[in-house]
């Protein structure tokens, strides 16, 4: 741990001297065989703000990111069946891909369970997973009150939430995943 802490130090430190070493580049000359900016080739063209929302998708485990919209588990019932179950199975139980239901303990060995409840520490990432992947063939094809509805669905199927639970942005980042404390942070300070 104390020599993951030093490395992690030593990397700021490098940062910071990038940093200052870069603030005293831009002030100087171009440095010898590199153009100046003003004869560079101009390729390309800045990004529109809709360009950057549509790729600016990623959602924080604490929910920052989480469009508006909601969905109740009823209405991710009828989506899962229609554009997920022939490959993850009835209720999520599994089939050609993945299992996503089963029982909310944490993996072990005689019972290496890896489904949404006993494996994902957070409930935010269902829905970024589910509007970056699914379903494979048309990604991005769902619209974001889908996609909570069938988060709430798993979430449901799963036991963490009730049946009649809404879920949105705000009630999404406040599931408390059954496994959460099984996991250790490899970002923490
Ligand atoms: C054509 C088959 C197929 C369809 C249809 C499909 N999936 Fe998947 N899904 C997979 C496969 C294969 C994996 C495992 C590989 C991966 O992570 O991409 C997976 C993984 C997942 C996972 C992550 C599982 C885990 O614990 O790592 C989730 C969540 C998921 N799918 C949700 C959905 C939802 C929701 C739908 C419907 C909107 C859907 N999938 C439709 C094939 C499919």
């Known amino acids: 741990m104390s020599m993951r802490n030093t490395t992690m130090r030593y990397g700021t430190l490098a940062g910071l001297a990038l940093a200052v070493f870069a603030t005293s580049l831009s002030a100087a000359e171009p440095l010898p065989g590199i153009q100046p900016r003003s004869q560079a080739p101009t390729l390309g063209t800045p990004m529109s703000a809709d360009d950057i929302t549509a790729w600016n998708l990623t959602i924080f485990p604490d929910g920052r990111g989480l469009p508006p919209g909601h969905g109740t588990p009823d209405q991710g019932g009828t989506l899962f069946a229609a554009h997920c179950e022939r490959c993850h199975g009835v209720e999520g139980r599994g089939a050609t891909a993945d299992e996503l239901v089963g029982p909310p303990t944490p993996p072990t060995d005689a019972d290496p369970n890896k489904s949404i409840g006993s494996?994902?520490?957070?409930?935010?990432?269902?829905?970024?997973?589910?509007?970056?992947?699914?379903?494979?063939?048309?990604?991005?094809?769902?619209?974001?009150?889908?996609?909570?509805?069938?988060?709430?669905?798993l979430l449901a199927a799963n036991k963490i939430i009730g049946?009649?639970?809404?879920?949105?942005?705000?009630?999404?980042?406040?599931?408390?995943?059954?496994?959460?404390?099984?996991?250790?942070?490899?970002d923490a300070p």
């Open 119 to 153: 494996y994902w520490p957070y409930a935010t990432t269902i829905f970024d997973f589910i509007r970056r992947n699914k379903p494979p063939e048309t990604s991005g094809s769902l619209s974001n009150d889908e996609i909570y509805s069938l988060t709430a669905y």
């Open 163 to 186: 049946t009649q639970d809404v879920i949105d942005a705000k009630s999404l980042a406040q599931v408390k995943m059954p496994n959460r404390d099984g996991f250790v942070r490899i």
